[in-house]
């Protein structure tokens, strides 16, 4: 004998939906950790990333855009740098900004990882077809324009409270 699962409340749904994408989300980070083990650190890959989508970009931008503290963005900036991967150069227009840039040395290591990446993603994602990995795409999307749309509505002060 089968029992039917509980009807939950929408809040109820909402909050599991929630859950779900952040177990996701947290599963996927583990397992691209471990797949890169060796080559490179998360972190590293995604400000790379960031940068050859958009070279020389401030400290602070990439604060934001890596959602990493501004201390946790600068060891990570001095350790890739160090390693030759990054370089900061002086703002030309403000001096007391600096601006991260890739080298050539970056450049080829993205070059390399990111078909390894792709590749990895495809293979956790291999549970969907491709209708619905099209799907999941334009839902979350949606999604993002959203919130992107409700935050620009609704400036919060830097604690996240609302003014």
């Given amino acids: 004998m089968t029992t039917a699962a509980p009807k939950l409340s929408a809040g109820a749904r909402d909050v599991s939906l929630w859950v779900r994408l952040l177990d996701c989300h947290n599963r996927m980070l583990v397992e691209m950790r471990r797949r890169l083990d060796g080559q490179i650190t998360l972190p590293r890959f995604d400000l790379l990333a960031s940068l050859e989508h958009e070279d020389g970009q401030t400290l602070a931008a990439l604060s934001r855009r890596l959602l990493v503290t501004a201390g946790n963005l600068t060891g990570l900036v001095d350790r890739a740098e160090r390693d030759g991967v990054v370089v900061r150069r002086a703002d030309p227009n403000d001096r007391r900004l600096s ?52 935050q620009t509505a609704r400036p919060e002060s830097r604690n996240g409270t609302k003014e």
């Fill in 99 to 150: 601006r991260v840039f890739l080298t050539r040395k970056g450049r080829e290591l993205l070059a390399e990882l990111v078909p390894l990446h792709a590749a990895h993603v495809g293979e956790l994602l291999s549970a969907l077809d491709p209708a619905e990995r099209r799907e999941m795409r334009r839902l979350l999307g949606k999604l993002r324009q959203s919130l992107a749309t409700t």
